[in-house]
């Protein structure tokens, strides 16, 4: 369930970051948003234990 809650998260950062250089015509905005979908995999992946086998 972590790992959907982490990708469900970089996945309204993807959107919200399209959505502000599209919508709200703020390029430099939009960027910023968009820097946040590899940190929080990257946050997924430190935090969400794997299965070992």
């Keep these: 369930m972590a790992r959907g809650l ?16 599209f919508l709200a015509d703020d390029q430099l ?4 948003v968009g820097t946040w979908v590899p940190s929080i995999l990257a946050l997924g992946v430190l935090v969400v234990p ?4």
Excluded: C, D, E
């Design 29 to 32: 905005a939009g960027i910023f």
């Design 6 to 21: 982490f990708i469900a998260a970089a996945g309204i950062s993807m959107a919200l970051s399209v959505g502000i250089w």
């Design 50 to 53: 794997r299965k070992t086998q």
